[in-house]
């Protein structure tokens, strides 16, 4: 089964798998944020890999979507509705301080911070049609980075910083695309006819895993796939499941991917090793969960702060 909840145009796609009972816990836990609706409405959560009981972060009856952390993992940025239109905010890593960083009557979302921490890449549509644009945090100017037609959407830095890989409908078909932001010089990594999306990095910058779907029956799956940064090569799935995998991210150390899946119509997030072993599920609340980001920093982030929420939820699963 295929879940899809488009918002403005953009992407956001559940999936789904049968899962391993294989352990992939690392040798310390690592605070993950993501979305969940688990309180009625959309909000930014913390737990770790060792379980502990979600935060609720943003606390805020509009849905709040697509966490992403600050290299210096102090802070996190996130798309909202919450003024009436879906734009960029940012908070801190316990939740305060939540203020607007874009303001534009087109949409904003899908927020992507540099590895130098002084730039937000996003989507927008603020020029007609959905985009990849650059805000500079140090002085909120923003600048189109990608110019197309068709949409460009769900940006992903390079480690170094000098590249964003994105997913585009360019040719009528979802395709994997790396743009380099100095010279806006422009790589199609997928040409397969079906479709490739969501893209990350590898931490050490030489390969990109992304969702694909390669069988053209009714019901085909997406599964996960990496490949090589610099031309597309080499590639190889991750899984091989009849449900649907996306939404990927690699831990800081490179040696775990969390990524949302669809089970019983609504997403989970599941774990697994980098080369696609000991999977196992990690958030199961009866709700919908998705979108998983790792803390970036190298110091670990307590997850209950006083003053912050603990959310109750059906399954949490711990080694």
């Known amino acids: 089964m295929r879940i899809l909840l488009v918002c403005q145009s953009g992407l956001f796609l559940a999936f789904a798998l049968l899962i391993d009972s294989a352990l992939c816990q690392p040798e310390s836990p690592i605070t993950i944020a993501f979305a969940s609706d688990v309180s009625g409405n959309w909000e930014i959560y913390l737990t770790d890999t060792a379980g502990k009981p979600p935060v609720n972060l943003t606390r805020n009856p509009a ?34 301080n939540q203020h607007r960083l874009t303001h534009h009557p087109g949409t904003d979302k899908a927020p992507a911070w540099a590895p130098d921490g002084k730039r937000l890449a996003f989507t927008s549509n603020r020029g007609g049609h959905f985009d990849i644009y650059l805000l500079d945090l140090q002085n909120d100017e923003v600048i189109q980075l990608t110019q ?17 890989a994105f997913h585009s409908k360019r040719s009528f078909n979802w395709d994997i695309y790396v743009v380099n932001i100095h010279s806006r010089v422009e790589q199609r990594l997928t040409h397969q006819p ?24 009714a019901l085909a799956d997406l599964d996960l796939y990496i490949m090589d940064a610099v031309d597309g090569g080499n590639k190889k799935a991750l899984t091989d499941t009849p449900t649907d995998e996306a939404v990927p991210a690699y831990a800081s150390n490179g040696d775990i991917i969390a990524f949302q899946f669809e089970k019983d119509g609504r997403w989970v997030i599941h774990l697994m090793r980098a080369d696609g072993s000991a999977r ?37 699963r711990s080694p």
């Open 280 to 316: 196992r599920e990690l958030i199961n609340n009866g709700a919908w969960a998705a979108q998983p980001k790792w803390h970036t920093a190298s110091d670990v982030l307590p997850i209950e702060p006083s003053d912050l929420q603990i959310q109750q939820w059906g399954k949490i």
């Open 63 to 96: 849905a709040d979507y697509y966490p992403t952390w600050a290299p210096d993992g102090t802070q996190i940025a996130f798309f909202s509705r919450r003024d009436g239109n879906h734009e960029i905010y940012v908070m801190q890593a316990d939740g305060a």
């Open 148 to 164: 197309n037609p068709f949409e460009d959407e769900i940006p992903a830095w390079s480690p170094d910083g000098n590249a964003i």
């Open 194 to 217: 079906l479709m490739d999306i969501y893209p990350a990095w590898a931490p050490n910058g030489t390969q990109i895993i992304y969702a694909a779907m390669h069988r053209k029956e």
